[in-house]
């Protein structure tokens, strides 16, 4: 039956207003859609490279890249079908260059500032949430910003700092010792909420002289923001899909109050204000120490009150200042606490590496292994369970930056364009998006080997070794890894990140073990929950959720 008018009107009324804007913003698009469309047929300025078909006249392929539950495979086959350098169609018409050639990607990450910067909906994206700093600038602006934290994770700082990781690691160990206590024949635990907290008290005293007591209990404002993005802004939700894919052609839209948005809106405030308590803190204490030069000077909270000067000769405003601790946040508590559950879920899943990595820890005796014997040869299958984490499971998914100039591009390997040219390097217009799939060339078997897939820590000492011709070895990032990028963007606390990473890890696997909760622990299933950044969860959970059966190890 065909709707009167008067229900048409009903149901015209009834949209919200952000719904109202989706679809107003769709026909904007359309529009626009059809003169991209028309102005690319005319662009040859670009080497023209082979490209999947699109699965979505309006997305793309976003729509198979959503739904794969390994888009590191869906790379994969493309790369084997289309060349190391292809192009995928992206929503609304428009194109992005898929950097796999090792080549190809140093050269990206080498010029990184130079060349390539972020989209301008990723920095705003980012701006909304931590503000304008070192992860949202560009340019000089990044230079200064950089410059002027960098002293804070100087190898010396980091090796001061170890002790913190250790204590914190100590901490939690008397915790779970007193729940052992009760029940000797073992305890299920959701790790990832140890990790959290964990990582939460060492970011606060190695990073801001300030401990959160997240070990002791204490509720957490930081921790209940970063998990309410995990367990509300990670459900699917189709408003939240539409207005991210228009608000990349309208920025108006990106601020539209999904219920997305309004995490991100509620994160930042509280974000904000706890870095404004710190910093408060920080200069009253100052004040009363005078101004005699203290180790606290060369910390994170150190530097930032010292380019708060009007005279700092890296002067930062105050907003700047407060987005460097966002970020630093985000980075000290997320990313190391997810590093440190998928390490113990994959040590759960190999219960033989889990054991061999035990016994090294013990043979190397009671004490904590200083920095140097962490960051050394001291403890090589640790290094090497730690590194395979960071492989299989990186932080960042993808590094994606917009070329502000034309720019050629070697390759190691020729690839075939569209029009059937063979050619050994590519031309990048200005303006092209440019894409390092990091989970895909951490995975990719043409690098790694036939075993690509698989947790297998003793790959490491295998491709140190002078002999080994794989091909990871091209790559130029840290240990031929680029899950903490690579050249001017190399991320900052990557020495900080592995140092906390080693200590906690080496406290956890010394002490006790780690098996899945279920039934059947080699069946349990793990899936992740979309966060700001991915997070495991145990399948049949709501929520980042892993919870693992610990018992002590008889000593």
């Given amino acids: 039956m065909a709707s009167s008018p008067f229900a048409l009107r009903a149901d015209i009324q009834s949209l919200r207003l952000t719904d109202a804007a989706v679809l107003l913003g769709a026909v904007w698009v359309l529009t626009k859609l059809i003169r991209r469309v028309i102005a690319s047929r005319s662009a040859t300025k670009g080497t023209r490279l082979r490209a999947p078909p699109r699965?979505?006249?309006?997305?793309?392929?976003?729509?198979?890249?959503?739904?794969?539950?390994e888009p590191a495979i869906v790379f994969d086959d493309w790369a084997r079908t289309y060349g190391a350098v292809f192009e995928i169609p992206t929503p609304f018409?428009?194109?992005?260059?898929?950097?796999?050639?090792?080549?190809?990607?140093?050269?990206?990450?080498?010029?990184?500032?130079?060349?390539?910067?972020?989209?301008?909906?990723?920095?705003?994206?980012?701006?909304?949430?931590?503000?304008?700093?070192l992860l949202w600038a560009e340019g000089d602006d990044h230079k200064r910003q950089r410059k002027?934290?960098?002293?804070?994770?100087?190898?010396?700082?980091?090796?001061?700092?170890?002790?913190?990781?250790y204590n914190s690691a100590h901490k939690l160990e008397g915790h779970w010792d007193a729940k052992l206590e009760k029940s000797p024949e073992g305890v299920v635990l959701d790790v990832e909420a140890w990790m959290n907290r964990v990582a939460l008290d060492s970011i606060g005293i190695a990073g801001f002289g300030h401990d959160f007591h997240s070990l002791d209990g204490e509720p957490s404002a930081v921790a209940d923001a970063f998990d309410s993005m995990a367990i509300n802004g990670g459900r699917a939700n189709?408003?939240?899909?539409?207005?991210?894919?228009?608000?990349?052609?309208?920025?108006?839209?990106?601020?539209?109050?999904?219920?997305?948005?309004?995490?991100?809106?509620?994160?930042?405030?509280?974000?904000?204000?706890?870095?404004?308590?710190?910093?408060?803190?920080?200069?009253?204490?100052?004040?009363?120490?005078?101004s005699s030069e203290s180790a606290a000077d060369r910390s994170i909270i150190g530097l930032l009150l010292k380019a708060e000067r009007d005279d700092a000769e890296l002067h930062m405003n105050k907003t700047e200042i407060t987005a460097q601790?966002?970020?630093?946040?985000?980075?000290?508590?997320?990313?190391?606490?997810?590093?440190?559950?998928?390490?113990?879920i994959e040590l759960c899943r190999n219960l033989q590496l889990q054991e061999k990595l035990r016994a090294e820890l013990r043979a190397f005796g009671p004490q904590d292994p200083t920095w140097d014997q962490l960051t050394g040869t001291a403890l090589p299958f640790?290094?090497?369970?730690?590194?395979?984490?960071?492989?299989?499971?990186?932080?960042?998914?993808d590094t994606t930056r917009q070329a502000q100039v034309d720019d050629i591009i070697p390759l190691s390997e020729p690839v075939v364009t569209a029009t059937g040219e063979t050619v050994d390097r590519i031309t990048v217009p200005k303006d092209t998006v440019v894409t390092v799939s990091?989970?895909?060339?951490?995975?990719?078997?043409?690098?790694?080997?036939?075993?690509?897939?698989?947790?297998?820590?003793?790959?490491?000492?295998?491709?140190?070794?002078?002999?080994?011709?794989?091909?990871?070895?091209?790559?130029?990032?840290?240990?031929?890894?680029?899950?903490?990028l690579d050249g001017p963007r190399t991320c900052l606390g990557k020495n900080f990140a592995l140092a906390e990473f080693k200590a906690v890890l080496s406290v956890?696997?010394?002490?006790?073990?780690?098996?899945?909760?279920?039934?059947?622990?080699?069946?349990?299933?793990?899936?992740?929950?979309?966060?700001?950044?991915?997070?495991?969860?145990?399948?049949g959970q709501e929520g980042p959720i892993v919870p693992l059966r610990i018992k002590r190890v008889e000593a």
């Fill in 55 to 69: 699965a979505s006249l309006l997305f793309g392929v976003s729509p198979i890249l959503t739904r794969a539950d």
């Fill in 93 to 133: 018409g428009g194109r992005r260059v898929i950097l796999t050639d090792p080549r190809a990607v140093n050269h990206f990450y080498a010029s990184e500032r130079a060349v390539y910067v972020k989209p301008a909906m990723t920095r705003r994206v980012i701006g909304n949430i931590f503000g304008h700093g």
């Fill in 148 to 165: 002027a934290l960098t002293p804070a994770f100087s190898n010396a700082a980091i090796r001061q700092l170890t002790q913190v990781f």
């Fill in 238 to 290: 189709t408003l939240n899909f539409l207005v991210f894919m228009l608000g990349t052609q309208i920025p108006l839209l990106a601020e539209a109050p999904t219920p997305r948005n309004v995490l991100f809106k509620k994160l930042r405030n509280i974000l904000s204000g706890i870095a404004d308590s710190l910093m408060e803190e920080s200069r009253k204490e100052k004040e009363a120490e005078g």
């Fill in 325 to 344: 601790m966002n970020v630093l946040l985000l980075a000290g508590y997320e990313t190391t606490s997810i590093s440190l559950t998928w390490a113990l």
């Fill in 382 to 397: 640790l290094d090497g369970v730690v590194l395979e984490t960071l492989r299989l499971h990186p932080a960042l998914p």
């Fill in 438 to 484: 990091i989970r895909y060339m951490n995975r990719s078997a043409a690098l790694w080997g036939a075993d690509a897939a698989e947790f297998n820590p003793e790959r490491w000492a295998a491709l140190d070794s002078p002999s080994s011709s794989q091909r990871a070895k091209e790559i130029q990032g840290h240990r031929h890894l680029i899950t903490f």
């Fill in 508 to 539: 956890l696997v010394r002490n006790y073990t780690f098996e899945f909760a279920g039934v059947e622990g080699k069946d349990t299933g793990i899936k992740t929950v979309l966060g700001l950044i991915r997070r495991p969860a145990v399948e």
